[in-house]
């Protein structure tokens, strides 16, 4: 008899069903959630590693995992996050602040139009790294391919990070 899977509706990844249920809003299933959270907990065991990628894998499950309940706040949020970390070269631990700075700066949210699925990688690929360096470079591969999903609204995030630290003046030269 062959194991139940599960198709996670964000990520497409199938997985064996069972997981306990999920009830939060990322348009994913309970076993990818499950896979997600073990990320974390890697991921907070290690000091260096979190420092090096922790907010690069929040912000790319959160939007691979986009749509349904998802609210547009948490995908705008998340995507100005992967923006300054891959496109202006921000470090990973200066992202939370600016992200702070952008929720209190913008007065609406845009709706992004969700893209078709294009990465390859899932959290699941960064769980099977066998080393904190292997992981580390899984979360950054797995982030350009995310990001590159987005593609088509690159400019739109770029343009909502511009607004929120434009106002105050700072980082307008850390556009590469």
Known sequence: METPKSRCAGCGVEL????????GYYNTSSECWAGYTQVL??????????AQVHQLTVDTYAVQHAGGEHPDKSVCVHLVGLHLVL????????????????????????????????????????L??????????????????VWAMWSAHH???????????????????RIR
Not at 96 to 122: D, I, K, M, N
Not at 157 to 170: K, M, T
């Open 41 to 50: 907990a890697v991921e907070y065991q290690d000091p260096v590693l979190f």
């Open 155 to 173: 400019s739109a995030v770029a343009a909502l990070a511009e607004n929120c630290f434009s106002a105050s003046g700072r980082d307008a030269a």
């Open 128 to 145: 099977k790294a066998a080393s904190s360096r292997e992981h580390a470079g899984k979360v950054r591969e797995w982030a350009d391919q």
């Open 87 to 126: 496109e202006r070269d921000f470090k990973v631990l200066e992202v939370p602040t600016r992200l702070q700075s952008l929720v209190a700066s913008a007065p609406s949210w845009p709706h992004f139009s969700l893209p078709g699925r294009g990465s390859a990688l899932t959290a699941h690929d960064v």
């Open 16 to 23: 064996a069903a069972g997981a306990h249920p999920y009830r």
